[in-house]
């Protein structure tokens, strides 16, 4: 069985590669790296399909150093111990290039045990993750490391590559293949940033394709669509994309964008990732619109509740109508910046004793000389309010909630003033 077109038209050369310009374009840092000759310890972050390995594997090609490879994925302590274990021998004179691809995958004790060779720079480490590194990556790695955040490709940018592999087939196969520049676009923009899958695509299309009477094959878009599908969504519930999503649905509700947030609500729940809509959208009615509007908070509760009681695809109806309601609300986060900020007080050990009159009632030491608890009760007064003292002596007079701008918060305050005396 051959291996697939992506493997077998792997590019060996900096020019052969598409995408990731802002890294490898003319003087753009990391091809200047490369061209200097010396490596520093690397790490290559970034969506799958981007060209982390094929990078990786180029730059391994041009040191005078002993490569050993290894994947994260099935790497076991004795492949690290047999790796070590060739530093200063003949197998390896000049030191060790080791290109360790999906390094989140291995444990802490793993990333440990070659840290003291990767100071010492008997190996020098290149490693691909799709994973924030980090979130993943030993801290002592990571700051002996660069890392290289790779981007998804875009559509122009694949478009040469499929054009190299409908070129490579077509030798291969000593046959003529027919496909436009429409359908290579089609086939680019299908892949979703990933040009591993985009030549995936183009070699199923030329083994779909039905050979005419010379034995050429066309490609139509009939059978680009075919092919392609549902695969054009791309998103790892376990992985960056699922954080970059989240983060851009709360970010766009908050900024009273509806379009864009029923946007990546859509991406969320074609992913499959309901729980995740329904937390966000959650955290925003109370993080978000709040006191703006605080009967927002229990009807997109139950519009959640409504979403997870019905699940997918009708779950997108009340979503929807939550989204687009707490996008176009009024916005305030004084509750949010208060709880933070007393939150930040209480850690920080900026407390001290409760006042006498707010404690449960019990009886006072003998070193107390004025006895009682003194609490009065607000209900006994008018307006039901009475002035005490609540905070305790360390933080008398600190205030962590600020009145917002918006109309429900004015009115409150407009209500207290008039009551506590104030102007």
Same mark, same amino acid.
Not at 367 to 377: E, H, I, L, M, T
């Given at each position: 069985?051959?291996?697939?077109?992506?493997?077998? %038209?792997?590019?060996?050369?900096?020019?052969?590669?598409?995408?990731?310009?802002?890294? %490898?374009?003319?003087?753009?840092?990391?091809?200047?790296?490369?061209?200097?000759?010396?490596?520093?310890?690397?790490?290559?972050?970034?969506?799958?399909?981007?060209?982390?390995?094929?990078?990786?594997?180029?730059?391994?090609?041009?040191?005078?150093?002993?490569?050993?490879?290894?994947?994260?994925?099935?790497?076991?302590?004795?492949?690290?111990?047999?790796?070590?274990?060739?530093?200063?021998?003949?197998?390896?004179?000049?030191?060790?290039?080791?290109?360790?691809?999906?390094?989140?995958?291995?444990?802490?004790?793993?990333?440990?045990?070659?840290?003291?060779?990767?100071?010492?720079?008997?190996?020098?480490?290149?490693?691909?993750?799709?994973?924030?590194?980090?979130?993943?990556v030993y801290s002592a790695i990571l700051s002996r490391s660069t890392v290289f955040e790779f981007k998804s490709v875009t559509p122009e940018e694949i478009v040469p590559a499929v054009k190299r592999g409908f070129a490579f087939l077509e030798s291969e196969q000593k046959t003529k293949i027919v496909a436009s520049d429409e359908i290579c676009l089609q086939i680019a923009a299908a892949a979703g940033g990933d040009v591993r899958k985009a030549l995936n695509f183009t070699e199923l299309s030329v083994l779909a394709a039905k050979p005419d009477e010379t034995g050429g094959k066309t490609i139509t878009a009939e059978a680009v669509t075919g092919i392609t599908g549902h695969n054009v969504f791309r998103?790892?519930?376990?992985?960056?994309?699922?954080?970059?999503?989240?983060?851009?649905?709360?970010?766009?509700?908050?900024?009273?964008?509806?379009?864009?947030?029923?946007?990546?609500?859509?991406? *969320?729940?074609?992913?499959?990732?309901?729980?995740?809509?329904?937390?966000?959208?959650?955290?925003?009615?109370?993080?978000?619109?709040?006191?703006?509007?605080?009967?927002?908070?229990?009807?997109?509760?139950?519009?959640?509740?409504?979403?997870?009681?019905?699940? *997918?695809?009708?779950?997108?109806?009340?979503?929807?109508?939550?989204?687009?309601?707490?996008?176009?609300?009024?916005?305030?986060?004084?509750?949010?910046?208060?709880?933070?900020?007393?939150?930040?007080?209480?850690?920080?050990?900026?407390?001290?004793?409760?006042?006498?009159?707010?404690?449960?009632?019990?009886?006072?030491?003998?070193?107390?000389?004025?006895?009682?608890?003194?609490?009065?009760?607000?209900?006994?007064?008018?307006?039901?309010?009475?002035?005490?003292?609540?905070?305790?002596?360390? %933080?008398?007079?600190?205030?962590?909630?600020?009145?917002?701008?918006?109309?429900?918060?004015?009115?409150?305050?407009?209500?207290?003033?008039?009551?506590?005396?104030?102007?």
């Amino acid at each position: 069985m051959s291996s697939p077109l992506a493997d077998r %038209l792997r590019p060996e050369q900096l020019k052969d590669m598409v995408g990731q310009q802002h890294l %490898l374009g003319e003087n753009m840092p990391l091809r200047n790296i490369i061209s200097s000759g010396t490596l520093p310890n690397m790490i290559f972050y970034g969506p799958s399909g981007t060209g982390k390995t094929t990078l990786a594997r180029i730059i391994a090609n041009t040191t005078d150093r002993t490569l050993r490879k290894l994947n994260g994925t099935n790497a076991s302590t004795a492949d690290i111990k047999e790796i070590v274990g060739e530093l200063g021998t003949l197998a390896a004179p000049n030191g060790i290039l080791l290109y360790l691809d999906e390094i989140q995958y291995f444990n802490k004790k793993q990333q440990q045990s070659l840290l003291e060779y990767i100071e010492s720079g008997a190996i020098t480490l290149i490693a691909s993750t799709t994973e924030n590194p980090y979130f993943y990556v030993y801290s002592a790695i990571l700051s002996r490391s660069t890392v290289f955040e790779f981007k998804s490709v875009t559509p122009e940018e694949i478009v040469p590559a499929v054009k190299r592999g409908f070129a490579f087939l077509e030798s291969e196969q000593k046959t003529k293949i027919v496909a436009s520049d429409e359908i290579c676009l089609q086939i680019a923009a299908a892949a979703g940033g990933d040009v591993r899958k985009a030549l995936n695509f183009t070699e199923l299309s030329v083994l779909a394709a039905k050979p005419d009477e010379t034995g050429g094959k066309t490609i139509t878009a009939e059978a680009v669509t075919g092919i392609t599908g549902h695969n054009v969504f791309r998103y790892d519930r376990a992985g960056d994309e699922h954080y970059d999503v989240i983060s851009a649905f709360q970010k766009s509700m908050r900024g009273s964008d509806p379009d864009a947030a029923l946007h990546y609500l859509a991406r *969320l729940l074609e992913g499959g990732d309901l729980p995740s809509a329904v937390r966000r959208l959650m955290v925003c009615a109370c993080e978000d619109v709040g006191l703006a509007y605080p009967q927002i908070i229990p009807i997109v509760k139950a519009a959640c509740d409504i979403a997870l009681a019905v699940g *997918l695809p009708e779950a997108k109806i009340p979503l929807a109508d939550a989204v687009v309601l707490v996008a176009t609300s009024p916005k305030s986060n004084t509750a949010h910046d208060a709880i933070f900020a007393a939150c930040d007080d209480v850690q920080k050990g900026n407390y001290g004793r409760i006042p006498r009159c707010l404690q449960n009632m019990h009886y006072d030491g003998d070193d107390v000389k004025n006895k009682g608890q003194f609490y009065k009760y607000p209900h006994a007064y008018p307006n039901r309010w009475v002035e005490q003292q609540y905070m305790p002596d360390a %933080l008398f007079g600190k205030q962590y909630y600020q009145y917002g701008d918006n109309r429900t918060e004015q009115a409150a305050k407009a209500y207290w003033d008039a009551i506590k005396g104030k102007k």
